[in-house]
Antibody, heavy 122, light 109 residues
Framework: QVQLQESGPGLVRPSQTLSLTCTVS??????????WTWIRQHPGKGLEWIGY???????YYNPSLKSQIIISVDTSQNQFSLKLSSVTAADTAVYYC??????????????WGQGTLVTVSS | EIVLTQSPGTLSLSPGERATLSCRAS???????LAWYQQKPGQAPRLLIY???SRAAGIPDRFSGSGSGTDFTLTISRLEPEDFAVYYC??????????FGQGTKVEIE
């Protein structure tokens, strides 16, 4: 069974870059059968899709966050990563990584990591 | 961007009762590319339904999804104690952005 695990600092200073990594186990990122995505959830709020990456490195980002985001993949480590630049308190959230089955109707998220809380504060 | 509006915000029911949750889209969802998720406190969301009506692997058949176009419904036929949670809908039919509804909390009456 596939498992995803987020890792990274829990506290980031304002204007700095938030960096998170998702490690995938129980399956290979370069199988080609999935996209790999980031989602965030502001405290007590709903879910916001951030962007996704394919094992080839192709990406698609939420247009509202595009200027801040870089998502990358390291197939040798079976990991993908998120960098969010110039963060403010509004970027405080639980960040999830998740898997998206590739296919004609791709876009739903079938496996999720447990999430990691990132607080932006000085 | 397609905006999804879920109703009601909170649903107060007893175990054994039927729950009907609504998700309305601001424009038609292409090919009914709509999913439902369940989230319990401190946990990640869990996929229940995709393609508006297909149950994900391992999801009990008391969960069912229906609808098309702009109006979608998640029905839980008989609530079990473990079903009290927050439910989100998500559309993935837009070529611009995937979006989620704001959630419906199903609580014990």
């Amino acid at each position: 069974q596939v498992q995803l695990q987020e890792s990274g600092p829990g506290l980031v200073r304002p204007s700095q870059t938030l960096s998170l990594t998702c490690t995938v186990s129980g399956g290979s990122i370069n199988s080609g059968d999935y996209y790999w995505t980031w989602i965030r959830q502001h405290p007590g709020k709903g879910l916001e899709w951030i962007g996704y990456i394919y094992y080839t490195g192709g990406t698609y980002y939420n247009p509202s966050l595009k200027s801040q985001i870089i998502i990358s993949v390291d197939t040798s480590q079976n990991q993908f990563s998120l960098k969010l630049s110039s963060v403010t308190a509004a970027d405080t959230a639980v960040y999830y990584c998740a898997r998206v089955p590739k296919g004609y109707s791709y876009g739903y998220l079938d496996y999720w990591g447990q999430g990691t809380l990132v607080t932006v504060s000085s | 961007e397609i905006v999804l509006t879920q109703s009601p915000g909170t649903l107060s029911l007893s175990p054994g009762e039927r729950a009907t949750l609504s998700c309305r889209a601001s424009q038609s969802v292409y090919s009914n590319y709509l999913a439902w998720y369940q989230q319990k406190p401190g946990q990640a969301p869990r996929l229940l339904i995709y393609g508006a009506s297909s149950r994900a692997a391992g999801i009990p058949d008391r969960f069912s999804g229906s609808g098309s176009g702009t109006d979608f419904t998640l029905t839980i036929s008989r609530l079990e104690p473990e079903d009290f949670a927050v439910y989100y809908c998500q559309q993935y039919g837009s070529s611009v952005s995937w979006t989620f509804g704001q959630g419906t909390k199903v609580e014990i009456e």
